[in-house]
C-alpha cells in the first residue's frame, strides 16, 4: 500500500471540479483516507514549490496557489503515486493526453487544476505540510 497526497488547485474548486477529480481516483481503485478544505499560506507554497525558486513564474506561482481554497486529500493504493499521476497527466495541459484530468479540464500553465505528489518521498513531504503529524 502506497500513499500520496494531491490538492485540487484554487481554479479547480473555483470551476466545482472537487468532486470530479475525486472520483477518478475513486473509480480507479485507489482510496480516499483523508479529505480537508484549506488554503495554501504562502510559506507553505514557497516549501510547496521550491523547486522551482529559480524560474521565473515563481512569484505567480506562489500567488496563484494561495488565491483561494483548495481541496487537500490523501490517496492510497497499491502504486498510489504513479496512478495518480497517470491519471492526472503532464504539467502543461498543452501536452496533457485527453482522458487525463489535465488533459480534459485545463489550457494553460500555470492553471492545470490539480496537484499530485511525485514520489513516495515527497507524498509523506507533503501529507505533514498540509495536514500535519499524525
Ligand atoms: N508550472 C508552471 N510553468 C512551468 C512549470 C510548472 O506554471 O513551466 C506550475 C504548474 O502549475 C505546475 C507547478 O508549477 O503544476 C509545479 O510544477 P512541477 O514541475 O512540480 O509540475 P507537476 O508536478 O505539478 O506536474
Ligand atoms: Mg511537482
Do not use: C, W
Not at 525558486?53 to 505567480?60: A, I, V
Not at 500555470?110 to 505528489?117: C, L, M
Amino acid at each position: 500500500m502506497e500513499r500520496t497526497f494531491v490538492m485540487v488547485k484554487p481554479e479547480g474548486v473555483a470551476r466545482g471540479l472537487i468532486g470530479e477529480v475525486l472520483a477518478r481516483f475513486e473509480r480507479k481503485g485507489l482510496k480516499i483516507t483523508r479529505l480537508a478544505m484549506g488554503r495554501v499560506t504562502t510559506e507553505q507554497a514557497e516549501e510547496h514549490y521550491a523547486h522551482l525558486r529559480e524560474k521565473p513564474f515563481f512569484g505567480e506561482l506562489v500567488e496563484y496557489i494561495t488565491s483561494g481554497p483548495v481541496a487537500m486529500a490523501v490517496v492510497e493504493g497499491p502504486d498510489a503515486v504513479r496512478h495518480v499521476r497517470n491519471l492526472v497527466g503532464a504539467t502543461n495541459p498543452l501536452e496533457a493526453a485527453p482522458g487525463t484530468i489535465r488533459g480534459d479540464f485545463a489550457v494553460e500553465l500555470p492553471y492545470n487544476i490539480v496537484h499530485a505528489s511525485d514520489s513516495p518521498e515527497s507524498a509523506a513531504a507533503e501529507i505533514e505540510r498540509f495536514f500535519g503529524r499524525s
